[in-house]
């Protein structure tokens, strides 16, 4: 039970940088203010059935971004 509460921190963590790293990008090209990254990590104040929403979303886009990563990984391990 410990290692799934660790690996949704992770996950969640991962989903989280990945959205704050898109919104930099984007705010490049937009003039936008940039929302911090606690803000990602911990949701915007709009209500606690957003805040699930947005930690789901946290933790899938942190396992697809770790899948992703794995495969890259593994891709370039078979190349050598």
């Given amino acids: ?11 969640e963590f991962f989903g989280a940088l990945l959205k704050w790293i898109f919104y930099k990008f984007y705010s ?5 203010e940039v929302p911090s990254f606690g803000e990602f990590w ?4 709009e209500g606690p059935e957003n805040l699930f929403y947005e ?13 992703f990563l794995l495969f890259v990984c593994l891709l370039i391990i078979s190349k050598l």
């Fill in 55 to 67: 930690g789901m979303s946290n933790i899938l886009l942190g396992i697809i971004f770790c899948v």
């Fill in 42 to 45: 911990r949701g915007r104040k």
């Fill in 1 to 11: 039970m410990f290692d799934s509460l660790i690996s949704a921190v992770i996950f």
């Fill in 28 to 32: 490049l090209f937009k003039d936008m």
